[in-house]
């Protein structure tokens, strides 16, 4: 499964963004699909998740009520919408697949993720 995320950009604190992440194979619908993010000199650190039939979801501390993941598996498709953006939100954003198909737990730990995209830069002015 390649997976490739999209939809970073420049914004400026305050604003809202959508992140993409699509999938090359339908076999795709069956995983859980976490975002984590990397910020400049900092280790990747888990943001949002979502299981393969949306049941469940979570969201780091730093980006509850702030954040919503959400999936549309008809069209291969993880989003993340990102509210009220903050400098702090900054750095690059990967989507990745669970290892475990059709799990019912959104995983946190990287060591899970069997497949990851390229990664697309979130960069926040003030």
């Known amino acids: 499964v390649q997976l490739q995320a999209s939809g970073g950009g420049l914004v400026q604190a305050g604003d809202s963004l959508r992140l993409s992440c699509t999938a090359s194979s339908r076999t795709f619908t069956s995983y859980a699909v976490s975002w984590f993010r990397r910020a400049p000199g900092e280790e990747r650190e888990f943001v949002a998740g979502?299981?393969?039939?949306?049941?469940?979801?979570a969201y780091a501390e730093s980006v509850k009520g702030r954040f919503i993941v959400s999936r549309v598996n008809a069209e291969n498709t993880v989003f993340l919408q990102m509210n009220n953006v903050q400098p702090g939100d900054a750095g690059t954003y990967f989507c990745?697949?669970?290892?475990?198909?059709?799990?019912?737990?959104?995983?946190?730990?990287?060591?899970?993720?069997?497949?990851w995209g390229q990664g697309t830069q979130v960069t926040v002015s003030s």
């Open positions: 979502i299981t393969w039939d949306s049941g469940t979801t």
């Open positions: 990745a697949a669970d290892s475990y198909v059709g799990t019912t737990v959104v995983a946190r730990d990287e060591w899970r993720f069997l497949y």
